[in-house]
């Protein structure tokens, strides 16, 4: 059996390939120069990923016992805070695009709408909060937050470099940062459970499932008509 630690370096290893892939496709996105349209299309779908993973980390807070240790839940707490705030931040660039506010409610129906119309499945990041009960399950929040905002980090680093202006690189800088301390987390707490090998095997069949999910991700390529956003 693996030390935790050791555990977790080998799942960094595991999801490398998949980072440096996704990496690339953002800076591919950016290079090939997308039209304000496109980005409005772009930047909407990641508004409203942000604002998922807002509601989804908060139901876990909702549901912590009452014996949790007071640092787990101000953490947990500080994730959902954040999600909140990126929200916010990808919804300022969305407006300054459009010059006006964006309606979330219509947003978020049409992307539902065309996920419901779609031959293959799609699928956004934060989906998989619910998607593995993550709320309800410790060990699957940890592999969730340790992967997939891992990927979060490397790909908004990149697309703080790649942006075409300042006030998207701005607020993905931070956005960057923080998604790095919430990997962080879930690392710290996938530490605290993988300590025998019931878990550690569980874990790493959650960890290939992400994995794989995310490899397939097909987020930078939904889009939803311009006109559909008006």
């Known amino acids: 059996m693996l030390t935790p630690k ?6 960094a290893q595991d999801c490398e390939a998949l980072y440096q892939y996704h990496e690339q496709s953002v800076k591919s996105y950016f290079d090939a120069k997308p039209s304000k349209d496109q980005m409005v299309e772009y930047f909407s779908r990641r508004m409203i990923n942000e604002r998922m993973n807002c509601i989804q980390i908060s139901k876990r807070v909702s549901a912590l016992p009452a014996n949790t240790p007071a640092e787990e839940m101000y953490l947990l707490s500080k994730q959902a805070l954040d999600e909140a705030k990126h929200f916010w931040y990808v919804k300022e660039i969305v407006e300054d695009m459009l010059g006006h506010e964006v309606d979330v409610d219509a947003t978020l129906e049409r992307i539902r709408q065309a996920q419901l119309n779609s031959d293959t499945e799609t699928i956004r990041p934060a989906e998989l909060l619910e998607r593995f009960e993550c709320a309800d399950d410790p060990l699957a929040l940890a592999v969730y937050q340790y992967i997939a905002e891992g990927m979060a980090h490397r790909n ?7 942006a075409p202006n300042e006030l998207i690189r701005a607020k993905y800088a931070e956005i960057a940062k923080d998604e790095k301390f919430h990997a962080s987390l879930g690392r710290r707490a996938l530490e605290q459970l993988v300590v025998d090998q019931d878990t550690q095997e569980r874990a790493q069949v959650l960890a290939n499932q992400f994995i794989e999910i995310l490899w ?10 311009m006109s559909e956003l008006h």
Request: one cysteine or more.
């Open 216 to 225: 397939d991700l097909r987020c930078i390529k939904q889009h939803i008509p």
């Open 6 to 11: 050791q555990f977790t370096d080998k799942i």
């Open 156 to 162: 908004w680093v990149m697309q703080a470099e790649c």
